[in-house]
Each structure stands twice: as structure tokens, then as C-alpha cells.
């Protein structure tokens, strides 16, 4: 699904150079859960706004579902954003003033899709993240996990076919880190690709594999048996 071939990123000022990504190799299928992981200053979210379409690559390939995406025009990147990602971060980015429904709603609404399609898909994604009850509450009336989990609804509900989480559980205690992981766990059992940006080695056991970075190279990718029931400490 994502290939990347010799991919490098460098950031320069007028007497600097930095080497953010260093001819990367990198493929994950549909339906991985990866989690990257690494230092401060390693590449991570370099790497993560590139796979994104945030960012663009200085040298290299990268490849989205078999399209060569480097050189695209971001009229085109924005196009595939739209039809195909979702975005989760580690802050929630909800709107105070709207409902749990209206909030997951947004995304529909800018893609004309029709208002029984938008009521029932809404009220899905809400039952797969268990919020359905809560669907009239705005966020400020919500726990964090609970907000958490509405942008992870709204960044699925255009049913996209990866998801990119930056630090997700980053603002969350250990209980409602575990919450958000089973959810995004969930999300893979139905066949979405996750890529998940850590520096938390308990928040990467849930991912089946784990990719290290230091100073821009991968030193580490190995698969791994991921945590699926939450420890008692947190439950």
C-alpha cells in the first residue's frame, strides 16, 4: 500500500543543512499497524507528514495504493488526502462549539454527501467507538479519552483507507491511552491501515510492528505478537 524507495528529506537554511530522512526504505501493506518510534528529532514526524502528503520528499519515491505521489501538485495531494487518510493528533482539534455528532459530521459535509447517508455513516462510526450515547454533548462535557475517540471517529467516518496518528495518547493517562489503542486496534480488525507515531514502548505494543528511527535512518523494523487486552493496572 506505501512504498518508499531511497526517500530522503533535507531542511536547509542559509548555513544549514539537515538530513531528516536518509534514503529510507520502507513498505507497508493494507492492514499493518505500525508504530514509529524514536527519539526527539529522529525523523518520525518527518517521515509521518511525508507518508500524510503534508510534506514532500527532497529525493526519492514514495508511493501511495501504486501511485508515485512525489511529484503531484498539492491540488492533487489534497484530492487523495480527502478521499482516502485520516488524520488523528495529539490534540483532539474538535470544534467547542459543536456536537459529538456535528463534529464527526464535518467531513461529510464538505464532501456533499447527501444527509441520510451523513446521519447513517455518523451514527456507525459512533457505535464503533462506543460514543453513540453521547452523540448531543459537546467536547468540553467529554473526558479526554472520550474527545479522543470522536476525532478518531471523525477521521474514519469518510472511511478512508489509512489512518495517521501523531502521539495520540500523548495527552492522556495510562487508562484512556489503553482506550484509544484497543479503538485504533479495532479499526485494523476492519481492514484499515494505521501508522502510529510513539516514543511510548506501551502504546507501540499494540501495533504488530514496530519501526525505529535515529537520525533519520531505520535501525530497527520487526514484527511483534501485539497487546490486545488491557492490562488490570489500567482497566
Same mark, same amino acid.
Given at each position: 500500500?506505501? +512504498?518508499? +524507495? ?7 537554511? %542559509? ?12 513498505? !507497508? ?8 518510534? &524514536?527519539?526527539?528529532?529522529? &525523523? /518520525? ?18 508511493? $501511495? ?5 512525489? *511529484? ?7 484530492? !487523495?488526502?480527502?478521499? +482516502?487518510?485520516? $488524520? ?5 482539534? @474538535? ?11 464535518? *467531513? ?17 462510526? @459512533?457505535?464503533?467507538? %462506543?460514543?453513540?450515547?453521547?452523540? /448531543? ?11 479522543? #475517540? ?71 523494523? #520487526?514484527?511483534?505478537?501485539?497487546? !490486545? ?7
Amino acid at each position: 500500500m506505501l +512504498h518508499m +524507495h531511497d526517500l530522503t528529506r533535507v531542511y536547509r537554511t %542559509d548555513t544549514v543543512e539537515t538530513m531528516a530522512l536518509d534514503h529510507i526504505d520502507l513498505a !507497508i501493506a493494507e492492514g499493518e499497524f505500525v508504530a514509529v518510534m &524514536g527519539p526527539s528529532g529522529c &525523523g /518520525k514526524s518527518t517521515l509521518l507528514n511525508i507518508v500524510g502528503m503534508i510534506d514532500t520528499p527532497t529525493g526519492g519515491e514514495y508511493s $501511495f495504493c501504486g501511485e508515485n505521489v512525489a *511529484p503531484y501538485p498539492e491540488s492533487r495531494l489534497v484530492e !487523495i488526502r480527502r478521499r +482516502h487518510l485520516g $488524520f488523528v493528533f495529539q490534540s483532539f482539534n @474538535l470544534i467547542d462549539d459543536l456536537t459529538v455528532y456535528e463534529n464527526v459530521e464535518l *467531513p461529510l459535509l464538505y464532501q456533499n454527501v447527501p444527509r441520510t447517508q451523513r446521519r447513517a455513516r455518523v451514527r456507525e462510526v @459512533l457505535e464503533l467507538v %462506543d460514543l453513540r450515547p453521547r452523540e /448531543k454533548h459537546k467536547p468540553a462535557q467529554l473526558s479526554g479519552g472520550q474527545q479522543q #475517540r470522536v476525532a478518531v471517529a471523525r477521521a474514519v467516518v469518510c472511511d478512508p483507507k489509512l489512518i495517521l496518528a501523531d502521539e495520540p495518547t500523548g495527552n492522556l493517562d495510562t487508562k484512556t491511552s489503553y482506550e484509544v489503542m484497543v479503538t485504533l486496534q479495532g479499526l485494523v480488525d476492519q481492514g484499515i491501515t494505521v501508522v502510529l507515531v510513539t516514543h511510548e514502548t506501551d502504546i507501540a505494543a499494540y501495533a504488530r510492528r514496530v519501526v525505529v528511527l535515529r537520525d533519520g535512518l531505520i535501525v530497527e523494523d #520487526r514484527t511483534q505478537e501485539p497487546l !490486545i487486552a488491557k492490562p488490570e493496572s489500567a482497566a
